[in-house]
């Protein structure tokens, strides 16, 4: 385990320090542009109703996944295929008494929506990654509510072995104040602290295990912001879902740090629906909108 | 007649589409997965796209698959009877338009046509007596019905408003929707305009989807509109195109056309513009603005490649390339009416020459299959099935652009290319059809015999006077032509199996190379007066003084009596007088003797009251003229014009015709059976068709069955 010391920074958080900077976690630097280019890209948005930004984000990319079926597939044999499917569809329609039309024609169906498929894996697959990061960028600004000043929250600190938690305590910065004492849940290796945030900005409070420090962030505001709920050790999930935030050395007794954030649904006129389902409306729609307008076959 | 006004159905299939999507969509969305499931909208489209053909499939299959015994058993139980009485199961019927027996029987002897050959040694070949007059539409109207003219009503491709004096298309009427709500300049239709088949009688396949034995009917002439029946049809010629005509296309030049008026077509000039070139591809009326002059137009731009002679054109967006003496694929066109409104139509371009002046011929607007403005198929989807299975195909009536040719728009290479190009389309059609159709009629019309013989006839006939310098090059195409057709016919030999195959043609061919301007010859005869100081008329009789005038000929073969009571300005009073004149005009026509070279020009005059019977005789010429052979009526005089001379030269490329004598122009009958029949005639094609699947031949046909043997081929 590397040793790690703390300092108090000028607004009285607490700052990890990493004197042996080869062994410390690193953010990716690819993922941090990524994150940069997100938060320029709501930034407009900052303050208004998140479901404009999830609108322009939608559509955005409903747009730019039609652009890519659009040059990545090969449309006209995508069209070709498509025909032969209706065509097969229809012909079970035309001729119903004739039972061996029927059958082939079901069988023709299957085997080219088995075609169309490998015909769409391309774009697909070129689409995967992409839409990963994006959803991984978007599940982090619109699925939690940032805290207010006022409200109170958990943090949780979770650890790997049976009695560790006992020697686990809490500093915090100036704007967090501890509302209870520790709740040890020793089943749980987990320790929750009831906090309560009392201005706006972004805290680092510390868990302190065996003289070491480790942070977890936490964010009181108004606005949209990018939330990370828990702090974990490194793994290829929380490369894609965690990307704003370093991860927990990995000899460390501890597994992770949680805040538990509200959820966050999003007002479309009398509905309130998960961010994902607007994503997904909105998105379809400006495909439907693109596909017309760029002749895309899909 | 407005186009749109007259497509209301095509934005159904559209609408179940977007309601189909829409539920789907729903369904998902109030179903939700994990979120991380999810990979973005290209793929939520491709799932579902694939999802929704796949339960679209299971539904109408499961469907099918359930209640597939019980119909199964109840149509055995009411078809057992039939296919326990029939003769055979399947019935095939290829009919190849305008096959000469002459032709063939001269091609059959110098070895050029096994399979023809075939037929004929082991089951059938006979001359097929036509109708009179031997015009396409009057015979498959026949062959379909069984009847004569005057049962069916179509006597000719145009028939005369008695009122007026003017004709219109005997087979079909397209009328337009009567009331329209004015918002401001728009005129928005409020209904449906109407088309009604005008050709009466019942087409065998009705009798035989009636008694439950399907039929798959492809490209029949004077099917349009399509009607009911059990089984499924394609409409064949008459078949309107985009513009509401009979096909009407479109050259495109960077020279000066002002003065070229084509019949049949419309030429533009390119407007240049920094090395491209614009035109634009005329349409229907806006069917939103039916006062507004102009049509609707769908513009595109041309440009020439500097290092070679390939053009890379643009329209709405696609592009696509052509190389000089090369047709494009299928073009799909919206015309675009306002508020969302569109006419879609096909056209191919053909690239004619790219220097040193730029020559682009664009065929007529077809309706588009796959989203039909007007109906052509029964059902509606049936065109659709056609076109998502083997690509757009032309559906225009009279889709070889023999006028295109005529008018030099095209030049021989290029119109036999598009022959072949249609030809091509209708084989795969008739052979989709021939494997659906196990059991039961199959029956497709080729039209591609019909219009090669009329185009290039001149090059097999010396005594066409037309100019003939490419004699050796084109001197081979009919007999290609035929060998193509027997090949065809090898083909579906190989397919048919048990079936029995019918290899028919509506009549036979002569060359035409000179014209009877017939409405001259009774101007010059006193029988047709024109108004004081004129000489002559331009169309549809425009110049003619009806009080003075006692016959008048319109049409290929149609000469009517100026009669009281029925003609608007009618002098002729009905009865004695009418046949007396009938008669006085039989006498005077009948042998008729081209001075210039001797020859007899009309061998026969038929008087309708004795060669049609039926409903609708009424609505017949007085008189059928039966031209000899190498005459035919003059381009001006099927027009109602009236010219200087009554005999001249058929310069035209269209040098072979049949609208003649009927006696002189017969089909052809082949078959894989042998048919017992004296003097068969295209009008006993139905009721034997009938009779050999067991069932009673209506009292009203006028064909009698022919006996079928039991061997085959």
């Not at chain 2, 009688?201 to 399907?214: D, E, Q, S, T, V």
């Not at chain 2, 407007?271 to 137009?297: M, T, V, Y």
């Amino acid at each position: 385990m590397p040793e790690l010391s703390y300092t108090t920074a000028n607004d009285g958080s607490i700052v990890e320090g990493y004197p042996h900077r080869a062994h410390a976690p690193q953010r990716s630097a690819f993922l941090t542009l990524i994150s940069g280019a997100f938060d320029l890209f709501f930034r407009p948005f900052r303050a208004a109703n998140p479901a404009y930004a999830l609108v322009a984000i939608s559509f955005v990319v409903g747009v730019a996944a039609m652009l890519v079926f659009r040059y990545a597939s090969n449309q006209r044999a995508m069209r070709r295929i498509k025909n032969r499917i209706h065509a097969h569809i229809l012909e079970v329609r035309l001729f119903p008494d004739q039972l061996g039309v029927v059958s082939r024609a079901y069988a023709r169906v299957v085997r080219y929506t088995f075609l169309y498929l490998v015909y769409t894996l391309q774009p697909l697959l070129i689409l995967l990654l992409p839409m990963l990061i994006v959803l991984a960028q978007l599940n982090l600004r619109f699925s939690r509510l940032p805290l207010r000043p006022g409200d109170s929250f958990i943090l949780k600190a979770k650890f790997t072995h049976p009695g560790t938690d006992a020697a686990a305590s809490l500093r915090l910065p100036l704007g967090l104040a501890l509302t209870a004492p520790p709740l040890h849940i020793p089943i749980l290796r987990e320790v929750d602290w009831r906090i309560r945030a009392n201005t706006e900005g972004s805290f680092w409070p510390a868990v302190m295990v065996a003289g070491n420090a480790f942070t977890k962030r936490v964010v009181v505001s108004s606005d949209l912001a990018a939330l990370y709920v828990k702090r974990e050790r490194r793994s290829w999930l929380n490369w894609f879902s965690a990307p704003g935030e370093r991860t927990l050395p990995a000899a460390t007794p501890l597994r992770a740090i949680e805040v538990n954030y509200a959820r966050r649904a999003i007002h479309a006129g009398p509905f309130e629906i998960e961010w994902w389902v607007f994503f997904l409306i909105v998105a379809f729609a400006s495909g439907l909108v693109a596909k017309v307008i760029l002749r895309v076959e899909l | 007649m407005n186009a749109k006004q007259r497509f209301p159905s095509a934005m159904r299939c559209d609408r179940r589409m977007a309601f189909a999507i829409f539920a789907a969509f729903i369904f998902i969305v109030v179903t939700p997965a994990a979120a991380h499931a999810y990979v973005g909208p290209g793929a939520g489209f491709a799932f579902l796209s694939s999802f929704l053909s796949l339960f679209l499939a299971f539904v109408y299959s499961l469907f099918a698959f359930l209640t597939w015994p019980i119909r199964r058993i109840y149509r055995l139980v009411r078809g057992f009877k039939i296919y326990r009485r029939a003769k055979v199961r399947r019935v095939v019927i290829a009919g190849f338009d305008g096959l000469d027996p002459d032709l063939a029987t001269r091609f059959m002897q110098e070895g050029k046509l096994p399979n023809f050959a075939r037929l004929k040694d082991t089951g059938t070949f006979h001359r097929l007596a036509t109708t009179c007059p031997p015009i396409s539409p009057v015979a498959w109207s026949t062959f379909m019905t069984g009847v004569n003219p005057g049962k069916h009503n179509i006597y000719d491709f145009l028939a005369r408003e008695p009122g007026s004096y003017l004709p219109f298309l005997s087979s079909a009427r397209i009328r337009d929707v009567k009331k329209r709500l004015k918002a401001g300049r728009y005129k928005l239709p409020l209904g449906k305009p109407q088309v009604k088949l005008l050709r009466k009688g019942i087409p065998f396949w009705h009798f035989l989807g009636k008694a439950g034995i399907f039929s798959s009917v492809i490209r029949v002439p004077i099917t349009f509109p399509p009607e009911k029946f059990a089984g499924v049809l394609l409409s064949g010629m008459c078949v309107p195109d985009l513009q509401g005509s009979q096909g009407t296309f479109s050259f495109h030049s960077t020279r000066d056309l002002s003065d070229e008026k084509p019949e049949g077509g419309q030429c533009l000039r390119f407007q240049s513009d920094n090395g491209r070139f614009r035109s634009h591809i005329p349409g229907p009326e806006n069917p939103l603005r039916p006062d507004e002059k102009a049509p609707l137009r769908v513009d595109f731009t041309v440009t020439l490649d500097s290092a070679s002679d390939r053009v890379e054109i643009e329209i709405r967006g696609r592009r696509f390339q052509l190389r000089p003496g090369e047709y494009s694929d299928w073009v799909e066109l919206e015309f675009e009416a306002g508020f969302g409104v569109r006419a879609r139509g096909i056209c191919r371009f053909y690239l004619k020459q790219a220097r040193p002046d730029l020559e682009i011929y664009v065929s007529p607007v077809n309706i588009d299959p796959s989203r039909p403005a007007l109906p052509i198929s029964h059902p509606l989807i049936y065109s659709v099935y056609l076109s998502k299975l083997l690509g757009r195909y032309a559906t225009l009536g009279l889709a070889e652009d023999t006028w295109a040719l005529n008018e030099e728009c095209l030049d021989e290479e290029a119109f036999l290319k598009q022959c072949y190009l249609i030809h091509d389309e209708r084989t795969r059609m008739f052979f989709d059809a021939l494997e659906k159709t196990p059991r039961g009629a199959c029956v497709c019309v080729f039209d591609i015999t019909d219009r090669v013989q009329h185009m290039f006839w001149r090059f097999i006939d010396e005594s066409h006077r037309a100019e003939n310098q490419e004699m050796s090059r084109y001197q081979g195409v009919i007999e290609d032509l035929y060998r193509h057709m027997d090949a065809l016919v090898g083909r579906i030999l190989s397919q048919i199996g048990n079936g029995v195959l019918i290899v028919l043609s509506d009549h036979g061919f002569k060359a035409f190379s000179r014209g009877v301007n017939l409405n001259t010859w009774l101007r010059q005869n006193g029988y047709l007066a024109l108004k004081e100081g004129f000489e002559q008329s331009a169309e549809w009789f425009a110049a003619v003084d009806w009080d003075r005038t006692r016959a008048y000929a319109m049409g290929l073969n149609g000469l009517y009596i100026n009669q009281k009571g029925r003609e608007r300005g009618g002098i002729i009073a009905p009865g004695e007088a009418t046949r007396s004149l009938k008669q006085e005009l039989r006498e005077k026509l009948e042998g008729l003797v081209d001075r210039e070279t001797g020859k007899v020009a009309i061998s026969r005059v038929f008087d309708s009251e004795a060669v049609f019977s039926g409903p609708y005789h009424e609505n017949a010429p007085d008189l059928v003229i039966g031209y000899a052979p190498t005459y035919r009526a003059g381009w001006d005089s099927v027009k109602g014009k009236i010219t200087g001379t009554v005999f001249e030269d058929n310069q035209k490329a269209w040098s072979g015709d049949h609208c003649i004598d009927p006696r002189m122009v017969p089909g052809v009958l082949f078959s894989n059976r042998r048919l017992e029949c004296d003097h068969p005639a295209i009008m006993d094609v139905a009721p034997s068709v009938l009779d050999w699947f067991g069932l009673p031949v209506p009292p009203h046909m006028d064909g009698r069955p022919w006996t079928l043997a039991s061997e085959k081929v």
